[in-house]
């Protein structure tokens, strides 16, 4: 590597060893970045192509991303205790156990996800309606969720899978199969939205069949993966899938605290949409439109969480807590220099990136403070985020649900309706309000991982 690598590496480390896991790191961090940043393409992708169809429609898709993440929530957590525990099997030379954890923890991915997908798509209307729908987008909410709920069952399946490969090092697998849904989604939204090539003009409809189409092709991509003999994770029917408290003890102990966690901050982000919600249409579309552009800056990030997850527990797995230490500090460092590019991009870039999607003056002006408003965040979104994956690497994922609770459940929406309504600053005031939750959740997770205490853990 003719590269000046020594910046990203933590000082008195072993600079071969170092530049070995830098390389281990950056492997897995940029297939994982890229499928981040596809997943949130997705929503983005159909955001821009229903622009068109204008702000009624902008805003009904908007109104179905909190009820959506809540679905997934139950999913991702279980991710993190299939995460924690499966790198940690893999890190110890235990393939065999590692792939009963796989089998046990796609049983209960299938059984989770029909039954929240299965109660999303009865409930959909109540559930939009709660969501703050208005009377002109209650009706395009409702369509485009219940389509889209579907798809997000193959979808939730598909991303347990991706998230156990992750752990043994393939993390190329999840890209690929989020590449390949987004090409699907854009391919299939030019097609439906508007009617060509002979195909109906289904408009809001045809972004969710689009958007639930290329989650099933991904979920059979994901699937493929598991039957290659070149993978260390192989499905099979000749072993057991019979339930083991052995395995699924040490993931559900993870996976709840996780958990209570994603509950918390889908709550607290479905407070935080209510509360903008109520500006009526016009606000929370330009709202909507800011909020796409920053998931893709979270999506950057959720790599260098990925990669410091997936690698601390095989170092831990493996009694190095030396190199867990190692991966997080390359993970930070690698993220603050993105954080760097990213703040000069949207301060800088910040009127055309809402113009990609109106033309609307009013709401250019208002998308362009907030876009200078969040790029405040960005660096305590960085740290926040490769310090939360690496502790929820160690399976250490109590606290971090506190935290969630007292940050992103309590402090953001009641600070962004205090700035929001009675102090006039209207839309501009959630966005103050989710600056302070980055800042308080990065001090917190910081001030446990300095603790050390997550490396004591053993499952």
């Known amino acids: 590597m003719n590269l000046k690598l020594q910046p990203f590496l933590p000082s008195g480390f072993d600079p071969r060893e170092g530049r070995h896991l830098l390389k281990e790191t950056i492997d897995l961090a940029w297939p994982a970045t890229v499928e981040s940043i596809f997943v949130g393409l997705a929503s983005l992708v159909d955001t821009i192509m229903v622009s068109a169809l204008g702000t009624t429609a902008i805003a009904a898709i908007g109104l179905t991303n909190q009820p959506k993440f809540i679905a997934i929530a139950f999913i991702a957590s279980l991710n993190v205790g299939i995460t924690a525990i499966i790198s940690r099997r893999i890190g110890a030379s235990r393939l065999d156990d590692a792939n009963a954890c796989l089998r046990q923890s796609l049983?209960?991915?299938v059984l989770i996800s029909a039954l929240v997908c299965g109660l999303s798509f009865l409930f959909a209307r109540p559930y939009i309606?709660?969501?703050?729908?208005?009377?002109d987008t209650i009706e395009l909410a409702v369509q485009y969720f219940r389509i889209v709920i579907i798809g997000q069952f193959f979808g939730n399946i598909g991303m347990t899978i991706n998230a156990a490969q992750r752990c043994a090092g393939n993390s190329k697998i999840s890209m690929r199969t989020n590449l390949a849904a987004n090409g699907i989604n854009v391919i299939f939204n030019y097609l439906l939205i508007g009617g060509h090539f002979g195909f109906p003009r289904l408009e809001v409809a045809g972004a969710a069949i689009a958007t639930a189409l290329g989650c099933f092709i991904a979920f059979l991509m994901s699937v493929q993966s598991l039957v290659s003999p070149k993978s260390k994770l192989r499905l099979t029917l000749k072993k057991s899938w019979l339930p083991s408290r052995e395995i699924l003890a040490p993931v559900g102990e993870i996976s709840f605290s996780a958990f209570v966690e994603q509950l918390c901050m889908r709550l607290g982000f479905f407070l935080y949409a209510l509360i903008v919600a109520g500006l009526g249409t016009k606000m929370f579309a330009t709202h909507q439109i800011c909020m796409n552009i920053c998931n893709i800056c979270f999506s950057c990030y959720d790599g260098f969480a990925a990669a410091a997850a997936a690698l601390v527990g095989q170092n831990l797995g493996r009694k190095r807590s030396d190199r867990a230490e190692c991966v997080t500090v390359i993970c930070n460092r690698l993220a603050t220099t993105m954080a760097i590019l990213m703040v000069a991009g949207l301060i800088l870039f910040r009127a055309p990136l809402i113009q990609m999607f109106t033309a609307d003056p009013e709401i250019i002006?208002?998308?362009?403070?907030?876009?200078?408003?969040?790029?405040?965040?960005?660096?305590?979104?960085?740290?926040m985020t490769v310090y939360g994956g690496a502790l929820r690497g160690a399976g250490d994922t109590r606290l971090i649900a506190v935290y969630a609770l007292i940050s992103t459940t309590i402090i953001r929406p009641a600070l962004s309706w205090l700035l929001c309504y009675p102090v006039g600053l209207g839309v501009i005031g959630p966005w103050i309000g989710l600056l302070v939750d980055f800042v308080l959740r990065f001090l917190l997770c910081r001030r446990r991982y300095r603790t050390g205490l997550w490396k004591q853990r053993v499952y």
């Open 129 to 135: 309606q709660f969501a703050g729908a208005q009377a």
């Open 365 to 383: 002006q208002l998308g362009s403070w907030i876009m200078i408003l969040f790029a405040l965040s960005v660096p305590s979104l960085s740290a």
């Open 107 to 109: 049983l209960m991915s």
